[in-house]
């Protein structure tokens, strides 16, 4: 080939992930826990489109969410987004199928995302959640519920973490005589934990001082649910009957928990209950596990005002330290020498009677060719097809892990390999 004919490799674009097979047989096994816990709640899956309207994502969180957004124009000049997120599809989707279906409506996904947000360990422009959505309910047992259920997968991944509960309505409270864009310009900084940002915003003269030393003790307030009666003593004129009601119900279920009411998530629906899990280890700065809280949406799409609760996994930094291994299924390989009707019926009769990984030779090998092969995956079983097994109707079966050889019937290697 000369100098021109050749192509550079084309590489993957910035932030994605091609995810081959040992990670894949992963992901497929965390999957499957997520989703039986999910289904043993009650929740059914739901799949919605990977883009949608634009104005989907921006109706409540304004314009300035499109630098973090995959948009486009199609063809007939639409503005179409790449879902950042499946809580607002979700909604979307309720209010335009299924708003008369009987309430609560429990939904979960397993999807890909799209942030345009700059890569780094743990944070993709390409990356998966596993989430739940609530709707039709305010209650505490509704916060109760998806607070139980995220804690209960984390569990069962046997993963080390921190779950903190905090309430966006207490900040809300707090910031309701300021203009609602910059009242959400502090609540982003507060998320984003951007104290110098945050100093100039509260310092401006539109702020009162009182409100600006309110602001500051709230957000720091942490710790036990002793903090509720600081905080209170900050907002006297607030309902603590929500928090302190699903404090209850998770104190006596025996779920581990701190309080902090600096949590103030950084997509603007939350309305009240709110709560993060991070990593403990293993996760460097993109530690966040998962994220969720009380929103209300429907009101925004065309459907009732009615509240919600939810949340999502980062499915790919709960596969980056989940040390569960994926069920291991027994490879064989029946040698090809040749006698391709033979050896395809073998490899059919292994597979159909007892469900096992068969694989048989496509590239015309010799046997020594064949053998290394059935080393290099990782083979338990080999079973040879030669002029000789068929003649006897018997073949070498050969146990890969102790190196022993039998000479058997099809039916009894099928019981062997039972
Ligand atoms: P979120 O906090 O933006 O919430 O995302 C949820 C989780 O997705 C995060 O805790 C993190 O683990 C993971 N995640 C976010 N961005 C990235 C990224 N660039 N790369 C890898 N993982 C990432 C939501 O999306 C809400 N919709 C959650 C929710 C559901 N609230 C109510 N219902």
């Known amino acids: 080939m000369s100098k021109i004919d050749k192509k550079d490799k084309i590489s993957r674009p910035r932030g994605t992930r091609d995810i081959l097979p ?31 309207n634009l ?19 199609d063809k007939h000049g639409r503005e179409l987004a790449l879902r950042p997120e ?31 947000e700059r890569p780094q360990k743990g944070r993709y422009r390409e990356f998966w ?19 139980l259920l995220a804690y209960n997968i984390l569990r069962e991944l046997k993963l080390d973490f921190e779950l903190k509960i905090g309430h966006v309505g207490l900040l809300r409270h707090l910031l309701r005589e300021i203009e609602e864009e910059k009242a959400s310009k502090i609540m982003r900084l ?11 915003l509260v310092r401006e003269p539109s702020i009162p001082a009182e409100l600006e030393k309110n602001i500051y003790e709230l957000i720091e307030a942490e710790g036990s649910r002793d903090v509720v009666d600081d905080v209170s003593k900050i907002i006297p004129d607030y309902d603590f009957s929500q928090i302190n009601n699903l404090c209850d119900v998770l104190d006596a279920l025996g779920v581990e928990y701190s309080l902090d009411f600096g949590i103030a998530r950084g997509l603007d629906y939350y309305t009240g209950v709110v709560f993060e899990v991070y990593a403990k280890s293993g996760l460097g700065a993109q530690n966040q596990l998962c994220g969720g809280g009380s929103y209300r949406l429907a009101h925004l799409f065309g459907g009732q005002d009615i509240p919600s609760t ?12 989940c040390k569960i291994s994926p069920e291991k299924r027994d490879t064989v390989v029946v040698i090809n020498l040749g006698y391709e009707a033979e050896t395809l019926k073998i490899a059919e009769t292994i597979r159909n009677e007892i469900n096992k990984r068969v694989i048989t030779d496509v590239m015309g ?47 009894e290697i099928v019981s062997l390999l039972k």
């Open 190 to 200: 507060i998320d984003k934990k951007d104290e110098k940002g945050l100093k100039e």
């Open 22 to 52: 040992d990670e894949m047989e992963k992901r497929r096994r965390y999957e499957l826990i997520m989703r039986e816990i999910a289904e043993n709640y009650g929740y059914r899956e739901i799949q919605t489109p990977v883009f949608e």
């Open 86 to 116: 499946l809580t607002a599809p979700v909604l979307r989707a309720f209010v335009n199928e299924c708003s008369v279906m009987p309430k609560p409506l429990r939904f979960y996904y397993i999807a890909n995302c799209f942030r345009y």
């Open 365 to 411: 090998r010799n046997l020594k060719k064949q053998m290394s092969f059935a080393n290099d995956v990782g083979a338990d079983y080999v079973v040879i097809v030669g002029e000789r097994e068929i003649k006897q109707n018997r073949f070498v079966v050969k146990d890969m892990r102790t190196g022993e050889q039998k000479l058997l019937s099809v039916e």
């Open 55 to 73: 104005e989907l994502f921006t109706i409540k969180s304004g314009e300035d969410i499109i630098e973090e957004i995959y948009n486009f124009k």
């Open 310 to 321: 939810g949340f999502a996994l980062g499915f790919d930094r709960i596969a980056e330290i």
């Open 129 to 147: 959640q596993f989430g739940v959505e609530l709707i039709g309910s305010g209650s505490h047992l509704a916060d109760a519920e998806v607070i």
